[in-house]
């Protein structure tokens, strides 16, 4: 019989994250008198945003950074917008802005975040930092929080990144694409498998490493796995389970326990890549506020 | 007995593109009185490196655009460089920037071609320019011109992007990186390889497409190459060769001989890529000109 995988439990290394965070703004206060400050952009009232930002704002407390809380109507016009986003550009206080998507439709999302100040960018969707994240020799001031945190995971978990085949699927713009520059980056082989790929099974059955983010469920079957491989699931997806109170639950683009019998390591859903984000967005608006500090 | 592959013939294909160029700069001088106008900045005395500004320059002047030259000494200070780059950019008459690489050690590389501005980056280095290219739903100012120039080559081949396999060998900034996003752009399935890379052959053997840009003469052996495969080589690799009165002869990173006998179309060395970098160099010329007319 097969040996289960190891659970890469993203909770636990992103509370690890958390703490260093922690301990990073508590310096900072100490030694240059700097509160760390996140300003949080929420336009519209869609639940999932509300709850997401919610989220963000509850682990700024407990980091210790301070969060700037800017809540904007459904019916926001894109002037409205552009001008808070330059007001908190130009405010001191705040080192990171964090606009939460999806805007409504009458304001232009590429318009907005190319308003964000480069330096306080802690989203790091700038397309100068996805270039310098593409280019050798250049370093991006932040790294897009998700895919930061799929090598974050890869990373404490032991898995070794250099020399390995790694298959990422999907290729948006704030998951596939970026994490494979990174992987690249860690000197992986990478392949980038999308809707248009014709043999996605074969090149999944030759990955040491998977990064799934196509946003289907169970799209991964565990035959799929090679033996021994890393899974990281990015896909969180709702799927009907009679079984459950809310008739509902939560599953990832991997058929997990199917896989788990032949990955070496895989993430949960919930409780994988999930936590990380946060996690890594507080360490970006932390690195935002040390640049601020004037060295020597 | 295999059937011998297609050449792809790159001087004619790019004799296309300039007479396409010809015609639109000639237009532009016709309708809008705009002389199309390329600043070419040569630093130092490197002999590869003359030889390539002139024809630049040659090609330019055959095309219908002005050139306008600028000698700097191997001695010269980044700040001398950077001048001539700012004045060049405020130069109405200048729409690209050319600053020819490599510059002497004294000269910052990365902090010279940033001091283009982004309107008149003809050679589509700027990290915004890659971080475009890495995004979907944005489209850069330009795009650098030798991967440019594959994807060219394989679109007026007849070679289906789409859908295919397609190996890049190689990450650099300059060919290997922009190819690979660029052929993701067109929805081909995208591996990246490197020297890191373990099994170069193995996943070679699977491609529809190969893109040769690792600098090494003859590294991928005929057999490596998948039957009917296209296969765009990049290398410019000088070898020994007793037979030729220079005793030198330039080649690519793929064993030409062998390879023609498995592929289904193949670029050769010399007269498949190599003419594409300038012609791709006066279309992006051009296309910053156009920028300049105003609409309507």
């Given at each position: 019989?097969a040996?289960?995988?190891?659970?890469?439990?993203?909770?636990?290394?992103?509370?690890?994250?958390?703490?260093?965070?922690?301990?990073?703004?508590?310096?900072?206060?100490?030694?240059?008198?700097?509160?760390?400050?996140?300003?949080?952009?929420?336009?519209?009232?869609?639940?999932?945003?509300?709850?997401?930002?919610?989220?963000?704002?509850?682990?700024?407390?407990?980091?210790?950074?301070?969060?700037?809380?800017?809540?904007?109507?459904?019916?926001?016009?894109?002037?409205?917008?552009?001008?808070?986003?330059?007001?908190?550009?130009?405010?001191?206080?705040?080192?990171?802005?964090?606009?939460?998507?999806?805007?409504?439709?009458?304001?232009?999302?590429?318009?907005?975040?190319?308003?964000v100040?480069?330096?306080?960018?802690?989203?790091?969707?700038?397309?100068?930092?996805?270039?310098?994240?593409?280019?050798?020799?250049?370093?991006?001031?932040?790294?897009?929080?998700?895919?930061?945190?799929?090598?974050?995971?890869?990373?404490?978990?032991g898995?070794?990144?250099?020399?390995?085949?790694?298959?990422?699927?999907?290729?948006?713009?704030?998951?596939g694409?970026?994490?494979?520059?990174?992987?690249?980056?860690?000197?992986?082989?990478?392949?980038?498998?999308?809707?248009?790929?014709?043999?996605?099974?074969?090149?999944?059955?030759?990955?040491?490493?998977?990064?799934?983010a196509?946003?289907?469920?169970?799209?991964?079957?565990?035959?799929?796995?090679?033996?021994?491989?890393?899974?990281?699931?990015?896909?969180?997806?709702?799927?009907?389970?009679?079984?459950?109170k809310?008739?509902?639950?939560?599953?990832?683009?991997?058929?997990?326990?199917?896989?788990?019998?032949?990955?070496?390591?895989?993430?949960?859903?919930?409780?994988?890549?999930?936590?990380?984000?946060?996690?890594?967005?507080?360490?970006?608006?932390?690195?935002?506020?040390?640049?601020?500090?004037?060295?020597?």
């Amino acid at each position: 019989m097969a040996t289960l995988a190891t659970l890469i439990d993203g909770k636990a290394i992103a509370a690890d994250v958390r703490a260093e965070v922690k301990k990073g703004v508590a310096a900072l206060k100490a030694e240059h008198g700097i509160t760390v400050g996140l300003a949080t952009v929420l336009v519209g009232d869609d639940p999932a945003s509300h709850k997401y930002v919610s989220m963000k704002r509850k682990a700024c407390a407990e980091a210790g950074i301070e969060s700037f809380h800017h809540q904007l109507g459904a019916d926001a016009t894109q002037d409205q917008v552009l001008g808070l986003v330059r007001d908190l550009g130009a405010d001191d206080r705040v080192h990171g802005i964090l606009v939460q998507l999806p805007l409504p439709k009458q304001v232009d999302e590429k318009t907005v975040l190319d308003a964000v100040p480069l330096s306080k960018d802690v989203d790091g969707f700038h397309p100068l930092n996805i270039g310098a994240l593409a280019m050798k020799g250049r370093d991006p001031e932040f790294r897009p929080c998700t895919p930061h945190g799929c090598i974050e995971l890869l990373k404490r978990s032991g898995t070794e990144i250099s020399g390995a085949n790694a298959v990422v699927l999907g290729r948006s713009n704030i998951v596939g694409m970026p994490v494979a520059l990174m992987l690249v980056e860690q000197n992986a082989t990478v392949t980038i498998c999308h809707s248009r790929t014709k043999n996605t099974p074969d090149l999944i059955r030759e990955a040491d490493i998977l990064i799934a983010a196509i946003g289907r469920a169970h799209f991964v079957k565990g035959d799929w796995i090679k033996q021994g491989a890393t899974v990281i699931d990015v896909g969180t997806n709702v799927i009907d389970d009679p079984s459950r109170k809310s008739g509902k639950r939560l599953v990832g683009d991997v058929d997990f326990d199917a896989a788990k019998e032949r990955a070496g390591k895989i993430t949960p859903v919930p409780g994988g890549v999930g936590p990380m984000t946060i996690a890594m967005l507080l360490q970006n608006t932390l690195r935002a506020a040390k640049k601020g500090v004037p060295s020597g």
